[in-house]
């Protein structure tokens, strides 16, 4: 069965793809930012007293934002291996049955490497 996805189609997802590429790299380097001044002002804090009873505190927050800084990190690398199947012709294609995914799906989930029903089995 070929893939047929029209230029225009292609085209639409790619620039979807790549909104969704500098809104995470957005993300990204706004909890970079924020990290740094968590990393700051912990660095102040363990200087004054080591037992700060902010400490715990701190340390979820940190990990909170390490959390985030992971998510946003996965998503670019998500859309760089979208923007690639662009590039290599294989977008939209079921990365295991082969079958062509629905538009409407890549629509709403425009990294999606698996049709509905293959998505469906992995969970
Ligand atoms: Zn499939």
């Known amino acids: ?23 995470a790299e957005e993300r990204f380097a706004e909890f ?9 002002a912990r ?19 940190w990990s909170q ?11 670019l690398a998500e859309v760089d291996r979208a923007l690639a199947r662009i590039a290599d012709g294989s977008y939209g294609v079921c990365a295991n049955c ?4 629905a538009v409407a799906r890549l629509d709403a989930r425009p ?3 698996l049709c509905i029903d293959c998505a469906r089995l992995q969970r």
């Open 98 to 101: 082969g079958k062509r995914i």
């Open 1 to 23: 069965m070929t893939v047929t996805m029209t230029p225009a189609q292609l085209e639409r997802f790619q620039a979807k793809l790549l909104r969704e590429r500098a809104d």
């Open 43 to 61: 660095s102040d804090a363990s200087a004054d007293d080591e037992h700060d009873p902010e400490g715990p505190t701190m340390t979820q927050e």
């Open 111 to 113: 990294t999606a490497e």
């Open 65 to 75: 934002r390490t959390a985030v800084l992971a998510d946003a990190r996965a998503e």
């Open 32 to 40: 970079a930012d924020a990290m740094s001044e968590v990393r700051a």
